[in-house]
């Protein structure tokens, strides 16, 4: 039984960074890309971030670029979501994401880890 599991989110204050983190189980980690998305309240889940197996390709959204970078540990079976200089609108509940596809990762989903930013 595949499971992911994020964790590190919390509240912070605009301006401020969280690291993410997203433990996978039951899958063979490596072979999978791993994504990041998010969906804010009143809102529709959205892209953020992916990364390719071997961590050596990223790709962001807009709306994070230059500020949010994905890394992994395949020898952990972790993928990380670096997030600095956050801004309110970046409040939502974060989900990653593994696929066996490069460029849409969602064949398992994790339970989401809720960030929030005040101004």
């Known amino acids: 039984q595949v499971q992911l599991v994020e964790s590190g989110g919390g509240l912070v204050q605009a301006g401020d960074s969280l690291r993410l983190s997203c433990a996978g189980s039951?899958?063979?980690?490596?072979?999978?890309?791993m994504g990041w998305f998010r969906q804010a309240p009143g809102k529709e889940r959205e892209f953020v971030a992916r990364i390719s197996r071997s961590g050596g390709s990223t790709y962001y959204a807009d709306s994070v670029q230059g500020r949010f970078t994905s890394s992994r540990d395949n020898a952990k079976n972790t993928v990380y979501l670096q997030m600095n200089s956050l801004k309110p609108e970046d409040t939502a509940v974060y989900y990653c994401?593994?696929?066996?596809?490069?460029?849409?990762?969602?064949?398992?989903w994790g339970q989401g880890t809720q960030v929030t930013v005040s101004s």
């Open positions: 039951g899958l063979t980690f490596s072979s999978y890309t």
């Open positions: 994401s593994a696929g066996r596809s490069s460029y849409n990762p969602n064949d398992y």
